[in-house]
């Protein structure tokens, strides 16, 4: 039991050792500052370094081989002061300004102010860099002249962090800030410039206030012309007003005289239209009375006389309706009996004829007979011929040509005994 607790102690006593030992070879770093473990070797680029850098973390440090150093990263600020230094143009100038310097904290800037500050105070190094940046503002100053110095200090501050540049980066060096506060001479050249300016910023005022007053001026003239140009233009917009009342009222008026007139003529026009009505019903009255006494009369008489007509022309229509029965019944027989219809029918009208004229001259003696021969003659009047002809002289105009010759004067109709010959009919011996 008792070697145990021994044992026990020993590893306790051991584990505080190791504690205690690793507590004094650990190593915190702070945001603004960088250890440099410095007894190792390590390559940076194509160089070779004995330390190596730990920032814003920790680290252990390698017992008996290797040495811890702190770096301050913060802040330095620097005023600058360069006197006489002559610009351009010979005018020796005092400058006075901030800036605002710190070490680099990255790489390989870093190695840079490692090489060169490591072990060094911060008044050593701000002592390097306040050097350093007057060497270089006296150099910009040389360069321009006060009138470009004074009047734009920011391109001056900006030129002198251009030029500086390139030997903070060789110091492991940054410029954060760097402001001109104050130019000044000893000669009062820039006073003589000031006072020149205020010169010409007086006459600039002046100019200036002239040029208002005289564009107050202006203005008011304008302001004037427009004044009256209101007044015209609302003098003339009265007239157009006037006018345009004038106008509607004699518009009116006429309007007024049309309308009266117009009713005048609808009067007249209303008197006419009822004396046409009168005149319509005094013409309507005269037909009527002229229908009763002239036209209804006219009318009866017409009515008595058409019917008069029609019994006077009853006969004459009734007796031609029978003859033109008479003729379609003769045509119907006459196309019934075909060829000799022509023979027949002339027989038919021959034998009355004949009749007649043979009891004309019953008592007369028949001595000779002669028989005509159409053909012999070579005329067309053969005796058929002929009483067809009378035949039809009876039919068309109601003349019957023998009766005619009957009423003639026996005297007339009488000669030689010898020479009377009663008609032969054709074909007879």
Not at 170 to 175: D, E, N, P, S, T
Request: aromatic share 2%; proline share 3%.
């Amino acid at each position: 039991m008792t070697a145990v607790l021994v044992i026990i102690g020993v590893v306790v006593a051991v584990g505080l050792l190791a504690v205690a030992a690793i507590k004094n070879l650990y190593y915190n770093c702070a945001p603004n500052e960088v250890l440099i473990f410095s007894g190792g070797r390590r390559r940076v680029g194509e160089r070779l370094v004995g330390y190596r850098l730990v920032k814003g973390g920790g680290g252990l440090r390698v017992p008996l081989l290797e040495r811890v150093d702190r770096m301050d990263l913060t802040n330095i600020v620097i005023d600058l002061a360069a006197q006489n230094a002559y610009s351009k143009g010979g005018v020796a100038l005092t400058v006075l300004g901030v800036a605002n310097v710190k070490i680099a904290g990255h790489e390989p800037l870093l190695n840079n102010a490692i090489e060169r500050f490591l072990g060094r105070n911060r008044a050593e190094i701000m002592a390097v860099a306040k050097a350093t940046l007057e060497g270089s503002l006296r150099g910009i100053l040389a360069t321009l002249t006060p009138e470009q110095v004074n009047e734009d200090r920011n391109l001056f501050a900006e030129r002198l962090v251009q030029e500086v540049e390139q030997d903070m980066t060789q110091l492991g060096l940054v410029v954060d800030t760097l402001k001109i506060q104050n130019v000044s001479d000893d000669l009062h050249y820039l006073d003589s410039i000031g006072r020149k300016r205020n010169a010409e910023l007086i006459s600039s005022a002046r100019i200036a206030e002239s040029i208002a007053k005289a564009d107050a001026v202006v203005a008011t003239a304008q302001n004037r012309e427009r004044e009256v140009q209101s007044q015209i233009t609302a003098q003339i917009e009265v007239a157009k007003a006037e006018a345009n009342r004038r106008l509607t009222d004699a518009l009116t008026r006429r309007d007024a005289l049309v309308a009266e007139e117009l009713s005048t003529v609808a009067a007249a026009v209303a008197r006419a239209k009822a004396e046409v009505n009168v005149q319509k019903a005094r013409t309507e009255q005269i037909r009527r009375q002229l229908e009763a006494e002239v036209i209804e009369p006219a009318k009866a008489t017409c009515e008595a006389q058409e019917a008069q007509a029609k019994a006077t022309c009853a006969p004459i229509v009734e007796n031609g309706r029978a003859r033109a029965e008479a003729l379609l019944t003769l045509a119907e027989s006459w196309t019934k009996a075909g060829g000799n219809a022509r023979e027949i029918f002339l027989l038919q009208k021959i034998e009355p004829i004949i009749r007649q004229l043979t009891a004309t001259i019953s008592d007369s003696p028949i001595q000779k007979v002669t028989i005509i021969d159409s053909t012999a003659s070579g005329g067309d009047n053969t005796p058929a011929k002929l009483f067809a002809l009378n035949e039809q002289i009876k039919e068309v105009f109601g003349i019957d040509v023998a009766e005619k010759l009957k009423a003639l004067p026996t005297e007339r109709l009488a000669g030689p005994r010898s020479e009377l010959r009663p008609p032969v009919l054709e074909g007879e011996n």
